[in-house]
């Protein structure tokens, strides 16, 4: 939003009273008029200053919960564990086993 000019306010509001019927000629009412859209102008223009600095905070605190709650709630990677060595069991060599229990897991009768 663009800051007002000083007697932005005045003018605007000595134009809207003539259209009343009212017209502003210089003096001490006027004066006032003139001093407290000036205060008026001042407050807005530091008001919306203001409010551009809170919201670039606010935008950063922002981001950075997003991050935070990202972190927390994102699934986990899965560890990565060294694969361990075949569990399955050791075959015995033939001539180890005894020739009937080979024969019988083969089908064979002896």
């Known amino acids: 939003m663009k800051p007002i000019k000083q007697d932005e306010l005045y003018e605007h ?24 859209c000036t205060l008026l102008i001042d407050v807005i223009n530091l008001s919306q200053k203001s409010i551009s600095r809170a919201k670039v905070q606010i935008d950063k605190k922002l981001d950075q919960m997003r991050q935070v709650v990202h972190e927390k709630t994102a699934p986990k990677p899965k560890p990565e564990t060294k694969t361990p060595k075949s569990r399955a069991p050791k075959v015995k060599s033939q001539s180890q086993e005894p020739k009937a229990k080979v024969a019988k897991r083969a089908g064979v009768k002896l």
């Not at 509001?13 to 407290?36: H, M, T, V």
């Open 13 to 36: 509001l000595s134009g809207f009273l003539k259209s009343k019927g009212i017209e502003l000629k210089e003096g001490s009412y006027a004066n006032g008029i003139q001093k407290g």
